[in-house]
């Protein structure tokens, strides 16, 4: 049972292009969580979606960024018109059980590191 | 501040020594866990320990709760150069998602 699957694991965006990162979660995982590491800090929650739903994007930033978790296919995160400051790991985590129910581990990805230049 | 901080920052021991490193958080869980990342590498789960438990063990670790004083602690025994990475704490504590703290770095010197 592959774990969590993200590409690509290095991208590279000149500033004003857009970035796309995926995420496959683990085999029968419907609940994907996106988070964002910032050098030397810990990993800041952004975005919970099942299939074909946002269900919290508290930790999105209210302009440029977006996600999708479609009915076929890989999850999305999506960040257009990319800025110095976004330059980050970007990591994915799937879980097999709705987060609400409690105790429920997540599973994380090997994270796609942005630079922005 | 952030949910889930911890501390040291930073710990440098000698392989063979223990390593503990505690992590505080403000509100009520019902789950923490506790993940170890090796620089630039992704995430891996180490422990979770439900709020009605005190205290887990899993091979060299050892994990213990305090609800009562919003904090747990991680202790690696007879550490090895391999357990040199960052140690984070993870809440459930708002929800969907995991709240992080900032770390602990460990090096163990061999």
């Known amino acids: 049972n592959a774990g969590v699957m993200q590409n690509p694991r290095h991208l590279v965006r000149r500033r004003g292009q857009e970035a796309r990162l995926r995420c496959s979660p683990m085999?029968?995982?419907?609940?994907v969580y996106w988070y964002r590491q910032l050098p030397e800090e810990g990993l800041k929650f952004m975005v919970y979606?099942?299939?074909?739903?946002?269900?919290?994007e508290s930790g999105m930033p209210k302009e440029r960024f977006s996600a999708e978790f479609p009915k076929e296919g890989p999850s999305i995160l999506r960040i257009q018109q990319v800025v110095r400051g976004d330059s980050a790991a970007y990591f994915c985590?799937?879980?097999?059980?709705?987060?609400?129910?409690?105790?429920?581990?997540?599973?994380f990805g090997p994270g796609t590191r942005l630079t922005v230049l | 501040s952030q949910q889930g901080e911890e501390d040291p920052q930073a710990l440098s021991i000698q392989e063979g020594e223990n390593a503990t490193m505690n992590c505080s958080y403000k509100?009520?869980?019902?789950?923490l866990q506790w993940y170890r990342q090796n620089s630039g590498r992704g995430l891996v789960h180490l422990i979770l320990?439900?709020?009605?438990?005190r205290e887990k063990h899993s091979g060299r670790l050892r994990v213990t709760l305090d609800t009562s004083k919003k904090s747990s602690s991680l202790l690696i025994t007879a550490s090895r150069a391999a357990d040199t990475a960052s140690y984070f704490c993870?809440?459930?504590?708002?929800?969907?998602?995991?709240?992080f703290g900032a770390g602990t770095i460990l090096r163990v010197k061999s």
């Open positions: 985590a799937s879980s097999l059980k709705n987060p609400g129910q409690g105790g429920v581990e997540q599973f």
């Open positions: 085999k029968g995982h419907s609940h």
């Open positions: 979606l099942q299939k074909e739903n946002i269900i919290d």
């Open positions: 509100t009520s869980i019902n789950n």
């Open positions: 320990i439900r709020s009605n438990e």
């Open positions: 993870a809440t459930d504590g708002y929800g969907n998602k995991l709240v």
